[in-house]
């Protein structure tokens, strides 16, 4: 009893670990796109990735960019605070005089608000950045709140007692960040190397010899990557099955629907509303998989169709049968 007790407890730990790593790592609604910014800010996306790199949080890299546009006005030669990040740590404007303390303070102070956003499971990044404007007390003041509003910002504003911040300050970054491309149907790819290894059809069977029916494509992506959703959706499965391991299913709504599989730790779960570029999960070799790799299926009502043909262009690794 006590050892099939031990087991049932085991079994159960393993199947959670993906939900509770899930709640841990990276920030959920990470749009991946790439800041629209003059060279004069471009040239400190060294420095920026130095620090979001060393404060875990790499992917807002660029999204931090694009803030920076928004704080310096592009004026990094005449603006030294670049990220105006010095009322958060405490000092009057502009007390950093040099772009490297204004970053890593910048970039620190981001992390801090992550953080705050993912005990309060505000999932939508542009909470965050609105934080980054506001304070970490406008984070507080939207908990329970699913999806970001300007008003939610107007809304602190005038609980502030007016004047506060800038309420359209996520409008004002996001003019200066581009979402990844999308296909001619509205997809983008669902992870940072756009390189598939497998494609859809009958192929070659590695592991039990022959060949075999490929429901999907097979994309690069190495242990603990993120993965993202292809379009805007609603979280149909987000569980385990002893073919695709940990899996996402999302129903984008107009009649297609996509699933990704094989993840090593899930980010979403079932009824989540996820948009396009929304972290789902991070790639793992759970299930039936000879290694780590994100296997994508794009359904057409109800039925599998060739990824291929509906994403973005995607580069053919070597090991790829034609
Ligand atoms: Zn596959």
């Keep these: ?18 939900f509770l790593g899930g709640s841990q790592s990276g920030g959920n609604n990470v749009m991946l796109g790439k800041a629209k910014v003059p060279n004069s800010v471009r040239r400190y996306e060294d420095m920026m990735r130095e620090f979001t790199l060393q404060y875990e949080i790499e992917i807002y890299t ?11 006005g592009g004026m990094s030669e005449t603006t030294p605070d670049v ?56 984070l507080y003041f939207c908990e329970g709140k699913t999806s970001f509003n300007a008003s939610y910002a107007k809304d602190y504003e005038v609980k502030m007692g007016g004047n506060y911040g800038d309420p359209d300050y ?38 039990r010899g022959g060949t075999r029916m490929h429901n999907g494509i097979d994309l690069a992506c ?17 569980t385990f099955s002893s073919s695709y391991g940990y899996f996402v299913e999302v129903d984008h709504q107009n009649g297609y629907s996509s699933l990704y599989a094989h993840f090593n730790t899930l980010a ?17 070799d759970t299930g039936f998989s000879a290694g780590y790799h994100l296997h994508l299926e794009i359904r057409l009502n109800g039925v599998r169709v060739d990824p291929e043909g509906y994403l973005p262009k995607l580069e053919r690794s070597s090991i790829v049968t034609p």
């Design 1 to 18: 009893m006590i050892k099939k007790g031990m087991f049932f407890l085991i079994a159960l730990l393993l199947f959670c670990a993906p």
């Design 62 to 72: 660029e999204l931090l960019l694009a803030m920076m546009m928004q704080e310096s």
């Design 83 to 138: 990220m105006q990040s010095s009322e958060s740590a405490g000092h009057p404007p502009n007390y950093f005089t040099n772009p490297r303390d204004s970053i890593e303070q910048a970039v620190k102070y981001f992390a801090s608000l992550v953080d705050i956003a993912k005990q309060l499971k505000l999932n939508d990044v542009k909470f965050i950045v609105q934080a980054y404007n506001m304070g970490p007390g406008f």
């Design 170 to 207: 996520v409008e004002h970054v996001f003019q200066y960040y581009e979402m990844p491309t999308a296909s001619n149907h509205g997809f983008i790819i669902p992870t940072a190397r756009n390189t598939m290894n497998e494609r859809y059809g009958t192929v070659e069977d590695p592991i």
């Design 222 to 238: 190495s242990k603990d990557e993120a993965a993202w959703s292809i379009a805007d959706g609603v979280v149909t499965d987000a």
């Design 268 to 284: 979403v779960r079932a009824g989540d509303r996820v948009s396009s570029g929304q972290v789902v999960g991070y790639c793992g």
